[in-house]
């Protein structure tokens, strides 16, 4: 069974531009979220999506978007990027209804902005 | 709300020594309780996890975990430290019920083991 897969895995942008990444969920799996890991805050919480809505939403300004669509395959995506936006986005997916709460991650997208 | 404190950002025992990483959550429902292992450049990987069965959880590589809920603590454990186990270590919780996708995680305890 394939795991999570994130595309790109690295990249570099410039202040100001744009970025979409992707995440392929477990095959099966309904329930997508992204996490945001710097070295100086740690693992934060997105978004979460299930059935192509948000269901979940973390602290993070409008800048930060996501959708999922019907085979369950999730994009998310940053505006005018900022220095701060350096870091490793992580997408998990679950299976939700069948085991409770564990995620299953990616290798993630390492983003950085220069 | 929910929220989980990781006692020492850093933890260092040598090789075949014994490794107790520790982990205290805090909920307003049961529970669901997870460790995780990050290894350099790679995603997180699930250790062992609570779902409000045993108490005392057993997961891969030789690591278990105890839930205690009169001390809040989930802390993790394994008796022999090996080499292969340096890497980050996670605790997360969350309540299945109504957040399947949103963990609340702690900020992590990096393990270092001498040979």
């Known amino acids: 069974k394939a795991g999570v897969t994130q595309t790109p895995r690295y990249l570099i942008k410039t202040r100001g531009q744009q970025v979409t990444l992707s995440c392929s969920p477990i095959?099966?799996?309904?329930?997508v979220s992204w996490y945001q890991q710097t070295p100086g805050q740690g693992l934060q919480f997105l978004f979460e999506y299930f059935s192509e809505t948000q269901r979940n939403k973390g602290n993070f300004p409008g800048r930060f978007s996501g959708r999922q669509f019907s085979n369950s395959r999730s994009e998310m995506n940053v505006s005018t990027l900022e220095l701060g936006d350096s870091a490793l986005y992580l997408c998990?997916?679950?299976?939700?209804?069948?085991?409770?709460?564990?995620?299953?991650f990616g290798e993630g997208s390492r983003l950085t902005v220069l | 709300a929910q929220s989980v404190t990781q006692l020492g950002s850093h933890v260092s025992v040598s090789e075949g020594a014994l490794v107790l990483l520790r982990c205290n959550y805090s909920s307003s429902v049961p529970p669901y309780l997870f460790w995780y292992v990050q290894y350099p450049n790679q995603g997180l990987q699930l250790l062992l996890k609570?779902?409000?069965?045993?108490?005392l959880v057993k997961g891969i590589n030789g690591f278990e975990a105890e839930f205690k809920k009169s001390e809040t603590s989930f802390h993790l454990t394994k008796p022999s430290a090996h080499m292969s186990d340096a890497a980050e270590y996670f605790c997360a919780v969350s309540d299945y019920n109504t957040n399947a996708g949103k963990s609340t995680f702690g900020d992590g305890t990096t393990l270092t083991v001498k040979p």
């Open positions: 609570y779902t409000s069965a045993a108490t």
């Open positions: 095959s099966g799996h309904r329930s």
């Open positions: 998990a997916s679950s299976a939700v209804g069948l085991v409770a709460g564990e995620l299953f």
